[in-house]
Each structure stands twice: as structure tokens, then as C-alpha cells.
């Protein structure tokens, strides 16, 4: 009798929150929450979001991780824990998932919170552990990029690949996995691949200290390789534009892509382009071509052909909505997420695979994205007015 007793009443819970939630599709009372990082650390997924509070004003709240989020992880995981203290709140996309994401969720998980749907993009946390607290992991397949980087460094003939990182990010598991497969590739086509320790704009002087080594470093790069063509990369977002306006005018410096692949990722501001990020990717990429051809700079830049980090945000928020209207009715489903990205990049033109690690251990919800590296060329339109 004590057994069906309990039996009843965990069935009368679950009716209830189920009544719950479905009370709250059909009120329109329900709500995703969104956090990214402020537009100094992660323009893209901060515009993503946004967008979509401003689409959707009643079911979209936002908020931002610190700039300094390693020294305040206690300030993003009580900004998570807020998200899920309003009963309202049925999913959370955080992009990027920096350091606390995993102590967050865990924590919503201890307060009850399992009718949360949590998705986490852009992980800086190790796979396994942020598999095991996500329900849905998404980030751009970091590994892959050391093939495709190498090879748009091969067809453009470079000679020496300078690569800027710091300790904290070559802590981390994926950034690792393109590092080894770059300097394994840079040493296979006979490119010489120099890794330089960049300050880590987490740290105390900041950004501003980081974008300044940069600006100074690439010169003295460029000296020492003298004559040479020199292909420049850095895994910070905040460095992209430093780095950008200090290949531009160099002659013999390339730039495969940004950490973040994107039309967006500080081109504008390096080339002072103004349009509405996410809005038209290809008038977005033929700008761009404009631009780098008053410089002398087409062929010696590259980036992919969509923002990568704004899909995340965006299909993370679709993903959720799914969700809880009940279109979608497993935590992770592979084709429904599938079906999405070729909803938004077009069918075949994004490769989504699950992770697996060195030690050969696949994450069923944890999905890596991969998409075909520009030509600029491809983009210079014609001016017909000549």
C-alpha cells in the first residue's frame, strides 16, 4: 500500500507540473532566458539576443556574464541561479558557456529546476562535464579548424603561422585538439608554426592590454620573418580587431579566420563598415570584399560564410521554444537540431557531428559545427555604374 501510495503521488507531481507547463504554452506565459557576453567579449551572440527579446518581448529575458568572468564566476552562476528562480522561466541558452556555467545548472538541477531545459553554447569547460550538466551543448568544431585553417594557409602559400593564445585557453580541451592538429598540419606542408603567449584579457590590465601586444607583435613578427608571408591567428574573441587592423596594410601578413568564425566577427570595426550584424550575411560578406580590395587585402583574408556563435543563440532559442510547445519532446534530439541548422544555413552546408575526445569517448548531446571557409574573391561585386 506505502509503494502505490508513492506511486500515485510522484504520478500527481509530474500531472501537475505538466499541467503546469502546458497552462503556461497556452497563456504564452512562458520564458526563455538568454545569457551571452556584453558586446566587448561577444558582439554576435549579444546581438542575437537582442533580437530576440525585442521579436519576442514576454518570452525573452537577457542578461550578461562579467567582462572579467574568470575572476566572477559567483556573479554569472547567481545570474543563472535568478534566471531559474522565476517559475516562468522553462529553458536557458547561454552563449558563450564560460566558467560557472557548469556550477550554475548543477545548481538549478539541486533547486528543483527539471523542467528547465538548459543548452549550453560555446562550452570553455571540459566536454565531459559540461555534457553531463547541459542538456544540449553546441560550439563551432574547433578541432576540424586545424584542417581547414592549414589549408587556406596552403593555398595561399604561407610560409610561417604565428599563433597568440594564453594558459587559460590552452586548458582547454578543443582549443588543445586544433593546436596539435595546426602544428601537425604546419609541419606536414613545411610552414613554420610559431605559438607566442599573448596576455590574457581576463586578466587585471584587461583587454586593452591584450589588443596592445597584439598591435605591437604582429610588426615585430612580420621584421623577424622578413620577406616571408606570415598567417596570423589568435583564440581570443577581444582580439580579433587588434589583429585584423594589424594584418590590413602588412602585405606578407595573412588572416585565416577569426576565433569565431563570422562575417561579423570584428570586421565592421576594423574596416569601418557599418550594417545590422546577422542581418544579410552575403551583402555583409561583399562589404567586406569592397573593402578589403581598397586595402589590397582580399586574398588575404578569409572568415566563414555565417556567424556560427549567432546560429548557436538562435537555434538554441528555437531548439527551446520547440520544446516547450511539445514539438520537440526529448531534452536532445539530434534531428530535430539537425533540422534547424539547415533550416538556417541551408541544407548540407553545415556539418554537425557529435564530440568525441582523444581518449575516443562520443558525447551524444554535445554537437560540433563546421562550414567551408570563404574566397573574398567570390564576393567582389562588379561596379556597373563604371
Known amino acids: 500500500m506505502k509503494k502505490l501510495l508513492c506511486m500515485l503521488l510522484a504520478l500527481t507531481v509530474a500531472l501537475v507540473a505538466f499541467a503546469g507547463l502546458a497552462s503556461a504554452e497556452e497563456e504564452g506565459t512562458w520564458k526563455i532566458a538568454i545569457l551571452t557576453g556584453t558586446t566587448s567579449q561577444g558582439e554576435e551572440e549579444f546581438r542575437a539576443a537582442e533580437a530576440l527579446k525585442e521579436q519576442y518581448p514576454d518570452n525573452v529575458i537577457t542578461d550578461t556574464y562579467p567582462d572579467q568572468f574568470m575572476a566572477e564566476q559567483e556573479t554569472t552562476i547567481s545570474k543563472l541561479v535568478a534566471f531559474a528562480s522565476d517559475p516562468d522561466v522553462k529553458a536557458i541558452v547561454m552563449c558563450q558557456a564560460v566558467p560557472g556555467a557548469i556550477a550554475a545548472f548543477n545548481r538549478i538541477r539541486e533547486m528543483g529546476r527539471d523542467d528547465i531545459l538548459l543548452i549550453a553554447g560555446v562550452p570553455q569547460e571540459d566536454p565531459a562535464d559540461i ?67 599573448a596576455p590574457d584579457p581576463t586578466a587585471e590590465a584587461g583587454a586593452t592590454a591584450s589588443q596592445q601586444f597584439i598591435l605591437e ?39 585565416p579566420q577569426p576565433c569565431c568564425p563570422s562575417p561579423y566577427h ?16 552575403e551583402a555583409a560578406l561583399q562589404a567586406i570584399a569592397a573593402a578589403l580590395a581598397e586595402h589590397d587585402a582580399v586574398g588575404r583574408f578569409s572568415t566563414w560564410p555565417h556567424p556560427v556563435n549567432m546560429a548557436i543563440v538562435n537555434i538554441g532559442f528555437e531548439y527551446a521554444k520547440a520544446w516547450i510547445e511539445g514539438t520537440v519532446t526529448e531534452r536532445n534530439d539530434s534531428e530535430a537540431l539537425n533540422a534547424l541548422f539547415n533550416e538556417v544555413y541551408g541544407e548540407g552546408v553545415a556539418t554537425i557531428e557529435n564530440y568525441t575526445n582523444a581518449d575516443g569517448e562520443t558525447f551524444d548531446n554535445y554537437y560540433t559545427v563546421m562550414l567551408t571557409p570563404v574566397d573574398f574573391n567570390d564576393y567582389l561585386v562588379e561596379d556597373t555604374a563604371a
Not at 164 to 176: D, G, K, N
Not at 221 to 231: D, H, I, S, T
Open 131 to 197: 555534457s553531463a550538466a547541459a542538456d544540449v551543448v553546441m560550439y563551432a568544431d574547433e578541432i576540424k579548424q586545424g584542417d581547414s585553417i592549414m589549408e587556406t594557409c596552403a593555398n595561399w602559400g604561407i610560409e610561417v603561422f604565428v599563433h597568440y593564445s594564453f594558459p587559460r585557453h590552452m586548458a582547454m580541451e578543443l582549443i588543445v585538439g586544433r593546436y596539435n592538429l595546426l602544428q601537425e598540419n604546419a609541419e606536414a606542408l613545411g610552414i613554420q608554426f610559431e605559438p607566442v603567449t
Open 217 to 255: 607583435d604582429v610588426p615585430q613578427q612580420l621584421a623577424k620573418f622578413e620577406g616571408k608571408k606570415v598567417a596570423f591567428f589568435t583564440t581570443n574573441c577581444g582580439m580579433q580587431e587588434a589583429l585584423q587592423t594589424a594584418v590590413l596594410d602588412e602585405p606578407n601578413a595573412y588572416y
Open 266 to 281: 570584428a570586421f565592421p570595426a576594423t574596416l569601418g563598415l557599418e550594417f545590422e550584424i546577422g542581418a544579410d550575411d
